[in-house]
């Protein structure tokens, strides 16, 4: 694998812990910094105090604020940071509103790393 991204920062918003940890375990083979916000709040909080971020992986059901609205808000204090809504909603009305939220892409939970690495490579590059 060709993706090291030492240099890198990426954001994980998700409130169960245990998806941090997988996730966290499949991006150290890339070197990126990885951060663990546990919901939409924090993440937007975090961007507004001009925080280093290249990315966020962002969960959908979280509480205090979700993050279709937490990707609304953060596409407003910074456009220029890619977005990739995860979920395990295939179907139904979240599923609905990714589309609107304004989030640069998406996966389904499980998240495969082979999909993690593809997507985030994606988004770096533009």
Same mark, same amino acid.
């Given at each position: 694998?060709? @993706?090291?991204? *030492?240099?890198?920062? &990426? #954001? /994980? /918003?998700?409130? !169960?812990?245990?998806? +941090? &940890?997988? #996730? =966290? =375990? *499949?991006?150290? =083979?890339t070197n990126a910094?990885? &951060?663990w916000l546990k919901n939409g709040l924090e993440s937007v909080d975090y961007v507004k105090e001009n925080k280093e971020v290249d990315i966020i992986l962002m969960d959908i059901r979280m509480p205090i604020m979700n993050g #279709?609205?937490?990707? =609304? #808000?953060?596409?407003?204090? @910074?456009?220029? &940071?890619?977005?990739? !809504?995860?979920?395990? +909603? /295939? /179907?139904?009305?979240? %599923?609905? @509103?990714?589309e609107y939220s304004g989030c640069d892409d +998406? %996966? %389904?939970?499980?998240?495969?790393?082979k999909e993690l690495y593809s997507k985030i490579a994606k988004q770096l590059q533009e």
């Amino acid at each position: 694998m060709d @993706n090291n991204w *030492q240099d890198k920062t &990426i #954001l /994980v /918003v998700d409130d !169960i812990e245990v998806n +941090y &940890i997988l #996730l =966290k =375990k *499949q991006l150290q =083979k890339t070197n990126a910094k990885t &951060i663990w916000l546990k919901n939409g709040l924090e993440s937007v909080d975090y961007v507004k105090e001009n925080k280093e971020v290249d990315i966020i992986l962002m969960d959908i059901r979280m509480p205090i604020m979700n993050g #279709l609205e937490a990707t =609304k #808000l953060i596409k407003i204090i @910074n456009p220029d &940071i890619p977005i990739i !809504i995860q979920t395990a +909603y /295939v /179907v139904g009305e979240e %599923f609905d @509103n990714i589309e609107y939220s304004g989030c640069d892409d +998406y %996966f %389904f939970k499980p998240i495969l790393a082979k999909e993690l690495y593809s997507k985030i490579a994606k988004q770096l590059q533009e």
